[in-house]
């Protein structure tokens, strides 16, 4: 499957501790999006990047989230400090610059548990 | 900013018969809808999609419909299968400069709709 690739798929930690998720795009995307999904709900926007250049943060990416993509390809989001509050599912999106909203491709996501 | 509400949050239905799920947004400026398929543990894929300049758009036994005035759209099923059991979402967002290949991003979604088709 050469689509978009998230790592790890799984993730338990304990809470205060720092986890690092990594997602790896179609190679030919310039635009990479992080999105955040809580059981039963659908996934919210947290940031996005055309190339390596950080261009939104929504208002849910609290200061002890961070975000990268420091050669325009792959991506990391960080989270320090971790909550209980923090569980959830972590989805990376890419899409061609051309076609942004429509051309989205979702990876399988990094499930989050902080116990 | 943006918001979509989606009904029902669940739906049963027998094999064979229609289903639909509804959303309203609202921003007007909203000019994108798609609609997305999780099944349980893997990726949201898009299963058909429409833009505001459409009033329908029907693929196979999948169709959407938009009203722009009422700012709701709606995913139609016919001839469910089990196979078409998972959660549906509906998203919408403001795509600028369509005809010159789009240059938006962020997708606003509703909370989702868990279908059941059971044989």
């Known amino acids: 499957d050469t689509g978009v690739s998230q790592n790890p798929r799984h993730k338990i930690t304990k809470r205060g501790q720092n986890v690092t998720f990594r997602c790896d795009p179609i190679s030919e995307h310039n635009r990479l999006y992080w999105y955040r999904q809580t059981l039963g709900q659908g996934p919210e926007f947290l940031t996005y990047?055309?190339?390596?250049?950080?261009?939104?943060k929504s208002r849910l990416l609290s200061d002890r989230f961070s975000a990268e993509r420091p050669k325009g390809s792959f991506s990391t989001l960080e989270i320090q400090r971790t909550e209980q509050g923090d569980s959830a599912m972590y989805l990376c999106?890419?899409?061609?610059?051309?076609?942004?909203?429509?051309?989205?491709?979702f990876g399988s996501g990094t499930r989050l548990t902080v116990v | 900013g943006e918001n979509v509400e989606q009904h029902p949050s669940t739906l049963s239905v027998q094999e064979g018969d229609s289903a639909v799920i509804k959303c309203t947004y609202s921003d007007s400026a909203s000019n994108y809808f798609p609609w997305y398929k999780q099944e349980l543990g893997k990726r949201p894929q898009l299963i058909i999609d429409i833009r505001s300049n459409v009033g329908e758009k029907k693929d196979q036994r999948i169709a959407v419909t938009l009203n722009k005035t009422a700012k709701h759209f709606s995913l139609h099923i016919t001839e469910t299968q089990p196979e078409d059991s998972a959660v549906y979402f509906c998203a919408a967002s403001i795509v600028v400069g369509i005809s010159s290949g789009g240059s938006n991003y962020k997708l606003t979604f509703g909370k989702g709709t868990l279908l059941t088709v059971n044989p």
């Open positions: 990047f055309q190339n390596e250049a950080q261009l939104e």
């Open positions: 999106a890419s899409s061609p610059l051309r076609r942004g909203a429509r051309g989205y491709t």
